[in-house]
């Protein structure tokens, strides 16, 4: 039940029909986030997606609020580091409202000086929230040495300093030069039709403003591991151990999901019955990744005591060499599967999940790739095949270590 439009305008309209539902899911995807900023515009992009909700030419900034969350919808907004989302979750009665609402963020905002300036203080305080959770910064210190000289190693909020200098103008300016209509995708699923969508997808976007011309993403530079370790007034030991991984585009992304899935994704994983329950060392124990257009990172975080922090550290690495030294049973990797079946699955019973899947398809690739593909990915995933790419991502000199310790 799938449906593309290319709009007069450029905008792409990509729909999924869920007939049995009685909602929808409706987002306006930009093709631009925190690593298309210049260094002195680190946090533009997230700046932005706070202050469309300020106002637009159409409506106040209270209108805006009121107008999905009193007809029992939702509205809300996130900024990621290559795309940033202005999303809107309802009944199947208010499409085009809903549509209309979430265009006028993107297409008429003002950016009341006033409201700029209060805005600084709000997302300056959001930092502070993100400073005082060890668990959060210790991934933004990851991602400033895995990705070390470029936008990607920014926090998608920015920083104190840039933030703060931040004008109306620059907002404008970035928004006129990102915010153009071959960066825009329209997405939709739920209980809808695609021609519903199509003709308020025209209407909401028939003064879109033109591209200046193409603009490309600047790639990743070398990677070199490095070493963090600061100290803060907290309880807990933070480790993380982690590299360069693969991109969304890449091969071997089902085995990489696999790999990750038996190495530290949930309870059953080696890490969490080895350094959890074998030698109660954490609380949480779990690896990740994250594939981005044209690059990625792959890695283990752990809380852990202190006193923990250096034998844990020699328990993960003991796991990544088995991984990497023996193959996996059949029974485990078919077990692993299943647990990626299952997430596949089970997310799509969220409307949300798939509207949000038809619009990432959409920005990467440029189409939709149906789910008996997605799952022959994973059902292809051989025994030697995970082996193989643990021994190309586990080997010990290239992992970087972040450590954040509890002062003394």
Not at 94 to 110: F, G, K, Q, Y
Not at 377 to 383: A, N
């Amino acid at each position: 039940m799938f449906n593309k439009t290319l709009l007069d305008s450029g905008v792409r309209v990509v729909t999924e029909t869920v007939p049995v539902v009685r909602s929808f899911a409706v987002g306006v995807w930009v093709h631009t986030g925190s690593r298309d900023e210049d260094p002195l515009q680190a946090g533009i992009s997230h700046f932005i997606e706070h202050m469309v909700f300020k106002g637009t030419r159409r409506r106040r900034m209270q209108h805006i609020a009121r107008r999905m969350e009193s007809v029992g919808g939702y509205l809300n907004a996130f900024t990621s580091k290559e795309y940033t989302c202005f999303e809107v979750r309802a009944l199947d009665t208010h499409l085009v409202r809903a549509i209309d609402t979430a265009a006028d963020l993107v297409m008429e905002p003002l950016f009341p000086e006033k409201e700029v300036e209060k805005e600084k203080g709000v997302i300056l305080e959001e930092m502070k929230m993100y400073q005082d959770a060890p668990e959060e910064l210790i991934f933004e210190r990851f991602e400033r040495i895995v990705y070390a000289g470029h936008a990607f190693g920014h926090p998608v909020v920015g920083h104190p300093h840039t933030v703060s200098v931040f004008s109306r103008a620059d907002l404008f300016a970035y928004l006129n030069r990102r915010y153009t209509p071959d960066r825009i995708v329209l997405a939709a699923a739920g209980n809808l039709s695609h021609e519903a969508v199509v003709r308020a997808a025209e209407r909401a976007f028939s003064g879109i403003r033109s591209p200046d011309g193409p603009e490309t993403r600047t790639s990743v530079g070398e990677y070199v591991p490095q070493r963090i370790e600061e100290t803060r007034p907290i309880q807990q030991a933070h480790l993380l151990l982690g590299r360069r991984g693969l991109s969304i585009g890449h091969c071997q992304r089902a085995a990489v999901n696999v790999l990750s899935t038996i190495l530290g994704g949930g309870m059953s994983s080696r890490l969490n019955q080895n350094i959890r329950e074998k030698y109660g060392f954490c609380y949480n124990v779990f690896s990740f990744f994250n594939m981005h257009s044209d690059t990625g990172d792959f890695g283990v975080y752990m809380g852990t005591d202190a006193a923990h922090v250096d034998r844990a550290e020699k328990l993960i690495f003991r796991e990544f060499g088995k991984l990497a030294q023996s193959p996996v049973s059949a029974r485990k990797l078919e077990e692993a599967k299943n647990q990626v079946r299952g997430a596949v699955l089970m997310g799509l019973e969220s409307i949300y999940s798939r509207m949000s899947r038809i619009a990432r398809q959409e920005l990467v690739f440029g189409h939709y790739t149906p789910l008996d593909i997605v799952l022959q990915e994973i059902d292809s995933v051989t025994v030697h095949e995970v082996q193989a790419l643990a021994q190309e991502l586990f080997q010990p000199a290239s992992f970087s270590r972040v450590a954040i310790l509890p002062e003394s």
